[in-house]
C-alpha cells in the first residue's frame, strides 16, 4: 500500500538550533512530494515541494526540504529555528499518475525559546 | 484575495441529520479536495474532483457524498452522518499546472460534532 510515514510525533528544538523534520514514503514511481505547515486554529499552507530537477528545494520561511530517492526520503530543514516555526508540520506525496493526496500523520515542531 | 471558503466553521448536529458543508474557491482551480483531520491520523482524503462533473473516492469515502455542478464549489454531504464523522475537514484546491503539481490551498476548517 502507498503510505508516508513521519517517524516522530514530536520534534523539540532549541531557538537558534537547526531542525529536521523527517519524512520517508512508499510510493510506485516517481512521486511529487510536499510539505504544509499548519498553526494552531487555522488551516493548512503550502511550504514546499520537489517535483522534479535539484534534489534540494527551497521554500517559505526559510525552510528548505532535501529529497533522497534511494533512501525515499524528504526531510524537512531550517538552519536556524524559530520559536514562530512552532506549529504542526505535514508531509504528503501524490504518487506517479495518480490524483490522490496522500499526508503523513503530522510531527508537531516545539521550538524553545 | 485568492481563498479557499467553508461554511460552516463550526456545526453540532445529532446522528442521522443530513448535513451539507460547503466549499468555494475562487481561483479557477480545477482540482478540489475534502479531507478530514483527527488526532494520530493526520489528514485523510475523502474525496477528489478533477474537474466539473469528474469525482473519485479518496482513501475514507465511505458515508459522504460530493458534487462538482460548478468549478467553484465542492460541497461535501453527509447523508445521515453518525458520531464516528466527529472531525474537523478541510476542503482544499489546486491548479493542475504543466506536470500537475498539485500545489494546494486550504481552507480554513469545519468543525463537526455529530452526537
Same mark, same amino acid.
Given at each position: 500500500?502507498?503510505?508516508?510515514?513521519?517517524?516522530?510525533?514530536?520534534?523539540?528544538?532549541?531557538?537558534?538550533?537547526?531542525?529536521?523534520?523527517?519524512?520517508? $514514503?512508499?510510493?510506485?514511481?516517481?512521486?511529487?512530494?510536499?510539505?504544509?505547515?499548519? $498553526?494552531?486554529?487555522?488551516?493548512?499552507?503550502?511550504?514546499?515541494?520537489?517535483?522534479?530537477?535539484?534534489?534540494?528545494?527551497?521554500?517559505?520561511?526559510?525552510?528548505?526540504?532535501?529529497?533522497?530517492?534511494?533512501?525515499?526520503?524528504?526531510?524537512?530543514?531550517?538552519?536556524?529555528?524559530?520559536?514562530?516555526?512552532?506549529?504542526?508540520?505535514?508531509?504528503?506525496?501524490?504518487?506517479?499518475?495518480?490524483?490522490?493526496?496522500?499526508?503523513?500523520?503530522?510531527?508537531?515542531?516545539?521550538?524553545?525559546? | 484575495?485568492?481563498?479557499?471558503?467553508?461554511?460552516?466553521?463550526?456545526?453540532?448536529?445529532?446522528?442521522?441529520?443530513?448535513?451539507?458543508?460547503?466549499?468555494?474557491?475562487?481561483?479557477?482551480?480545477?482540482?478540489?479536495?475534502?479531507?478530514?483531520?483527527?488526532?494520530?491520523?493526520?489528514?485523510?482524503?475523502?474525496?477528489?474532483?478533477?474537474?466539473?462533473?469528474?469525482?473519485?473516492?479518496?482513501?475514507?469515502?465511505?458515508?459522504?457524498?460530493?458534487?462538482?455542478?460548478?468549478?467553484?464549489?465542492?460541497?461535501?454531504?453527509?447523508?445521515?452522518?453518525?458520531?464516528?464523522?466527529?472531525?474537523?475537514?478541510?476542503?482544499?484546491?489546486?491548479?493542475?499546472?504543466?506536470?500537475?503539481?498539485?500545489?494546494?490551498?486550504?481552507?480554513?476548517?469545519?468543525?463537526?460534532?455529530?452526537?
Amino acid at each position: 500500500a502507498q503510505s508516508v510515514a513521519q517517524p516522530e510525533d514530536q520534534v523539540n528544538v532549541a531557538e537558534g538550533n537547526p531542525l529536521t523534520v523527517k519524512c520517508t $514514503y512508499s510510493v510506485s514511481g516517481n512521486p511529487y512530494l510536499f510539505w504544509y505547515v499548519q $498553526y494552531p486554529n487555522r488551516g493548512l499552507q503550502f511550504l514546499l515541494k520537489y517535483i522534479t530537477g535539484d534534489n534540494l528545494v527551497k521554500g517559505s520561511y526559510g525552510f528548505e526540504a532535501e529529497f533522497n530517492k534511494s533512501q525515499t526520503s524528504f526531510h524537512l530543514k531550517k538552519p536556524s529555528a524559530l520559536v514562530s516555526d512552532s506549529a504542526l508540520y505535514f508531509c504528503a506525496v501524490r504518487p506517479h499518475r495518480d490524483d490522490k493526496i496522500i499526508f503523513g500523520k503530522g510531527t508537531r515542531l516545539h521550538i524553545l525559546p | 484575495e485568492a481563498q479557499v471558503t467553508q461554511n460552516p466553521r463550526y456545526l453540532i448536529t445529532v446522528t442521522g441529520k443530513k448535513l451539507t458543508v460547503t466549499c468555494s474557491q475562487n481561483m479557477n482551480h480545477e482540482y478540489m479536495s475534502w479531507y478530514r483531520q483527527d488526532p494520530g491520523l493526520g489528514l485523510r482524503q475523502i474525496y477528489y474532483s478533477m474537474n466539473v462533473e469528474v469525482t473519485d473516492k479518496g482513501d475514507v469515502p465511505e458515508g459522504y457524498k460530493v458534487s462538482r455542478k460548478e468549478k467553484r464549489n465542492f460541497p461535501l454531504i453527509l447523508e445521515s452522518p453518525s458520531p464516528n464523522q466527529t472531525s474537523l475537514y478541510f476542503c482544499a484546491s489546486s491548479s493542475r499546472l504543466a506536470g500537475g503539481t498539485y500545489e494546494q490551498y486550504f481552507g480554513p476548517g469545519t468543525r463537526l460534532t455529530v452526537t
